[in-house]
């Protein structure tokens, strides 16, 4: 069993940057590739960005490509997501994700989910 936790979700300012923590816990040997995944109201959850636990491969969305990086902390069990350049559509509660195999960009491959944590970008 895998738990996440996560931090970080807040209101911020159109052009400000915020940054998302998730601390894994418990069999962490299986835990693999580590995602983020957002999910606006009246919207279905979608990808954000992943990375595998043990390497330097990054994967991201086109729509946050070039502002998001998602980045982890071995030592600590725990992967960030840094977004800079907020846009309003960025609003959505943001969640972090695992899976023991390799990295992939459907919710439906995920294992365990954090929380949530609710990201709202005002104009």
């Known amino acids: 069993q895998v738990q996440l936790v996560q931090s970080g979700g807040e209101l911020v300012q159109a052009g400000g940057s915020l940054r998302l923590s998730c601390v894994a816990s418990?069999?962490?040997?299986?835990?693999?590739?580590m995602a983020w995944f957002r999910q606006a109201p009246g919207k279905e959850r979608e990808f954000v960005a992943a990375?595998?636990?043990?390497?330097?491969?990054?994967y991201y969305a086109n729509s946050v490509e070039g502002r998001f990086t998602i980045s982890r902390d071995n030592t600590k069990n725990t992967v960030y997501l840094q977004m800079n350049s907020l846009k309003p559509e960025d609003t959505a509660v943001y969640y972090c994700?695992?899976?023991?195999?390799?990295?992939?960009?459907?919710?439906?491959?995920?294992?365990?989910w954090g929380q949530g944590a609710q990201v709202t970008v005002s104009s």
């Open positions: 994700a695992s899976r023991g195999g390799p990295t992939s960009r459907y919710s439906d491959d995920y294992n365990y």
């Open positions: 418990g069999r962490t040997f299986r835990t693999y590739t």
């Open positions: 990375t595998k636990w043990s390497g330097s491969s990054t």
